[in-house]
């Protein structure tokens, strides 16, 4: 088979999601799947399915267009706020869209209008960990506008923690979005499908026990797919951490010296040293340890986020990962496999060099 590539074992996934989803029922909470970091791939989609996963999210509306191609009965979800200058496909193509700015509502609303549409929406709330959200105190003014906008329904509130800052989801911001979610539809006399309480990152706090209150929903993407969590990359109970590996070739195997010598500077990928390392090392070092070339670099994967039993990442370029390695076997021309984090993975799916192939 071709290098570098992607193996994908389908029926790992399927019992993934097949796992979630009745952990998860069990305490009231559905699952949208989010394929992002496959590119809503039509296999992966049609197990998740089939498993039971009746909503997809993603954060790119070109995937979403992609999907309904080869399944327009799932139901979709937009992850990433609405461009203004997509409203138009967004509404054409996504079922819901997550958003916070009145601006693009409006927008999304005069489009739906125009295509005689309705469009869920989706009110992000900032919760703490600074990425996307409305602040609490100002989200009534925010759904007192939506509520007037024609063609919008309003599916819930949502909030997201662990990806800009690690701000870890817990009992009590997972109250705040619950009273918040009590408060509106009170105040409103409405009535809410989704109280959206964020990520795989939510999944620890439940499990140890969390009480998800009016949390009726989890956008669920790294725990299908890897079977970790993202906050601490802790393998979940139950789940398989292997379903996706990567495969990469050895170009060169050689013995070398374990530190550079001449001036250093800045690369295309790292920082420049600092004034005490920018001086001229001589090769006076007596040390020496395997230095093998992968064919897959920076353009690829992310290298941090690679791990092979007995192997040292030592840097990568655009076109070659470097490593160390006790093992005998890494000769040129050598296949080893790699597990990935998610930035790795993400990368990867979306590099149009690495092959991707179904196995048994």
């Not at 690369?267 to 230095?291: L, V």
Request: proline share 4%.
């Amino acid at each position: 088979m071709k290098a570098p590539r992607l193996e994908i074992k389908l029926k790992q996934l399927q019992h993934n999601a097949k796992e979630l989803l009745e952990n998860l029922a069990l305490q009231g909470i559905s699952i949208t799947g989010v394929s992002k970091a496959t590119m809503a791939m039509p296999e992966i989609i049609n197990i998740w399915v089939n498993a039971g996963i009746h909503s997809i999210g993603e954060s790119r509306i070109e995937n979403i267009e992609s999907l309904n191609k080869v399944n327009n009965r799932v139901r979709t979800l937009l992850t990433r706020i609405p461009m203004l200058s997509q409203v138009d496909q967004v509404v054409s193509h996504a079922s819901i869209s997550c958003n916070s700015e009145l601006t693009v509502l409006t927008a999304l609303a005069a489009a739906a209008a125009k295509q005689n549409l309705r469009h869920g929406v989706l009110l992000m709330v900032e919760l703490g960990d600074l990425r996307e959200g409305i602040l609490p105190e100002d989200l009534n003014e925010v759904i007192k506008q939506v509520l007037k906008l024609p063609n919008l329904e309003l599916i819930g509130i949502g909030a997201n923690l662990g990806c800009q800052n690690g701000v870890a989801p817990d009992q009590k911001n997972m109250n705040e979005l619950s009273s918040i979610m009590n408060n509106i539809e009170a105040d409103f006399k409405i009535k809410m499908e989704w109280c959206s309480g964020g990520n795989s990152a939510n999944l620890p706090w439940l499990a140890a026990g969390g009480k998800p209150d009016r949390l009726n929903h989890l956008r669920i993407g790294e725990a299908l797919l890897l079977g970790r969590e993202p906050l601490t990359r802790t393998k979940i109970k139950g789940l398989y951490t292997d379903a996706i590996t990567l495969v990469a070739e050895v170009i060169e195997t050689k013995l070398k010296p374990t530190t550079p010598w001449g001036i250093q500077y800045q690369t295309s990928f790292s920082d420049a040293p600092s004034e005490q390392n920018k001086k001229f090392n001589a090769k006076q070092n007596k040390i020496y340890e395997s230095r093998i070339l992968f064919a897959i670099g920076e353009q690829d994967i992310d290298p941090s986020g690679l791990k092979a039993d007995g192997i040292e990442i030592k840097g990568a370029s655009s076109d070659y990962l470097v490593v160390s390695s006790s093992q005998n076997t890494l000769n040129v021309g050598y296949e080893q496999r790699f597990s990935l984090n998610y930035s790795a993975l993400l990368r990867a799916m979306t590099s149009p060099y690495i092959a991707k192939c179904f196995v048994s």
